[in-house]
């Protein structure tokens, strides 16, 4: 059974920065495209970052520059470190892997992303 455990999130000032992680267990995490996800109150979920099988990166226009995808396949994690931080990026971050291995593709939608995880709480204050 596939787990994702987010954890990291907090409360940051405005041009903080923080870093969170997401733990997998169940699946040969090395093989999967893994993603970072948010979703802000009132609003759907939207993608974030994916990191590939491969290290190729992806970033959603909002947060390129301010943001770093990365993962550690020996322990299974992959993280996401948030720089310059604005209340625009105030949300719960979700990670997710790619239900197909080895995707070298560059769309993804969230839909073809499963399981997800808790989630984490990121708070960024002005």
């Known amino acids: 059974q596939v787990q994702l455990v987010e954890s990291g999130g907090g409360l940051v000032q405005a041009g903080g920065s923080l870093r969170i992680s997401c733990v997998a267990s169940?699946?040969?995490?090395?093989?999967?495209?893994m993603g970072w996800f948010r979703q802000a109150p009132g609003k759907e979920r939207e993608f974030v970052a994916t990191i590939s099988w491969s290290g190729r990166t992806d970033y959603a226009d909002s947060v390129k520059g301010r943001f770093t995808i990365s993962r550690d396949n020996a322990k299974n994690t992959v993280y996401l470190q948030m720089n310059s931080l604005k209340p625009e990026d105030t949300a719960i971050y979700y990670c997710a892997r790619h239900l197909r291995t080895y995707y070298s593709g560059s769309y993804y939608p969230e839909a073809d992303f499963g399981p997800w995880g808790q989630g984490t709480q990121v708070t960024v204050s002005s």
């Open positions: 169940g699946l040969s995490f090395r093989a999967y495209v």
